[in-house]
C-alpha cells in the first residue's frame, strides 16, 4: 500500500514539475509536434533528374538520396545553400529542412559538359 501511494505521489509531483515548467504533460498542439519527415531518392542519368519535381511541405525534414548511373554530377539549390557532389556511379546523401517556401530550381553546376547547364528541376515548398 506504501509502495501504491509512493508511486502516486511521484506520479503526481512529475505532472506538477511539468505544469510549472510549462511543458505539455497529455497532448501536443499541432505547432508542437515533429515535422514531417521525408525520405527521398533522386536519380541522375544522361544529364536529367529523375524525378525532376519534388514537393514537400514548409518546415518538413528531408533526406535526399541522389544516385548517379553514369557520370559525377553535382545537386544545387541556390536559395538552400546546397551543393553536393555526386560520383560517376556512386551515391550522396545528406539531409536539410525544407524552411522556405516557393518554388525553387535545382540543378548540376558542374563545367566539364555543357549538357550540365540543362539539367534542372525544381523543389515546391508549400507553406503551412
Given at each position: 500500500?506504501?509502495?501504491?501511494?509512493?508511486?502516486?505521489?511521484?506520479?503526481?509531483?512529475s505532472?506538477g514539475?511539468?505544469?510549472?515548467?510549462?511543458?505539455?504533460?497529455?497532448?501536443?498542439?499541432?505547432q508542437?509536434?515533429?515535422?514531417?519527415?521525408?525520405?527521398?531518392?533522386?536519380?541522375?542519368?544522361?544529364?536529367?533528374?529523375?524525378?525532376?519535381r519534388?514537393?514537400?511541405?514548409?518546415?518538413?525534414?528531408?533526406?535526399?538520396?541522389?544516385?548517379?548511373?553514369?557520370?559525377?554530377?553535382?545537386?544545387?539549390?541556390?536559395?538552400y545553400?546546397?551543393?553536393?557532389?555526386?560520383?560517376?556511379?556512386?551515391?550522396?546523401?545528406?539531409?536539410?529542412?525544407?524552411?522556405?517556401?516557393?518554388?525553387?530550381?535545382?540543378?548540376?553546376?558542374?563545367?566539364?559538359?555543357?549538357?550540365?547547364?540543362?539539367?534542372?528541376g525544381?523543389?515546391?515548398?508549400?507553406?503551412?
Amino acid at each position: 500500500m506504501a509502495l501504491l501511494r509512493r508511486r502516486v505521489g511521484l506520479l503526481l509531483l512529475s505532472a506538477g514539475a511539468c505544469v510549472l515548467a510549462r511543458l505539455p504533460f497529455a497532448d501536443l498542439s499541432a505547432q508542437d509536434q515533429a515535422p514531417n519527415r521525408h525520405e527521398l531518392s533522386l536519380v541522375a542519368r544522361d544529364f536529367r533528374w529523375t524525378p525532376n519535381r519534388i514537393e514537400l511541405s514548409q518546415n518538413d525534414l528531408v533526406r535526399l538520396t541522389i544516385r548517379s548511373e553514369d557520370i559525377a554530377y553535382s545537386f544545387a539549390i541556390d536559395e538552400y545553400r546546397i551543393v553536393r557532389r555526386v560520383p560517376a556511379g556512386g551515391t550522396t546523401s545528406f539531409e536539410f529542412r525544407a524552411d522556405r517556401p516557393g518554388t525553387f530550381r535545382f540543378y548540376s553546376n558542374l563545367t566539364s559538359d555543357r549538357a550540365h547547364a540543362d539539367m534542372q528541376g525544381q523543389l515546391i515548398v508549400r507553406p503551412q
